[in-house]
């Protein structure tokens, strides 16, 4: 399968892991680095998204109906349940809520030592030619 995260630049820059890629469950770890934080050495907010929108695009790319050729984020919304410290490494488990032609909608749980993170929900749009 290889690290598909690889093939974004963004979540390479980040570090995103992914573990396992089915069309209907993608999971994925992320280590929380300094230059992920904000201060007093806590995970960023838009890191944590970050991380769940990498995920919920691989989850979409593998379940693209035919004929499309890729898949744009149109909205996410983010619940932020807990903190993560730098050093641990955070895991999203992200799963299909809705799959259609035009869109798809993912949730990503993002956990860390397995206490919630986040929450996230995000449409993903199919992207076809012309």
Same mark, same amino acid.
């Given at each position: ?21 089915? !069309?209907?469950? @993608? ?7 300094? &230059? ?16 769940? &929108? %990498?995920?919920?695009? @691989?989850?979409?790319?593998? !379940? +693209? ?8 984020? @149109?909205? %996410? ?12 490494? +955070? ?12 869109? %798809? ?7 860390? &030592? ?6 996230? @929900? ?9």
């Amino acid at each position: 399968m290889g690290n598909l995260a690889e093939t974004m630049p963004f979540a390479k820059l980040m570090g995103v892991t992914v573990i396992e890629a089915l !069309s209907d469950r @993608i999971v994925g770890e992320l280590q929380v680095r300094d &230059d992920l934080c904000t201060a007093g050495a806590i995970l960023h907010g838009g890191a944590a998204m970050a991380f769940a &929108d %990498s995920l919920g695009a @691989i989850g979409a790319f593998l !379940s +693209l109906p035919e004929g499309a050729t890729g898949t744009t984020t @149109i909205e %996410s919304k983010t619940n932020f349940l807990g903190s993560a410290k730098a050093g641990v490494t +955070l895991r999203g488990e992200c799963t299909p809520v809705h799959r259609g032609k035009r869109t %798809s909608v993912w949730q990503t749980k993002i956990t860390a &030592d397995g206490k919630p993170v986040a929450l996230v @929900i995000q449409t993903q749009m199919a992207l076809f030619p012309g």
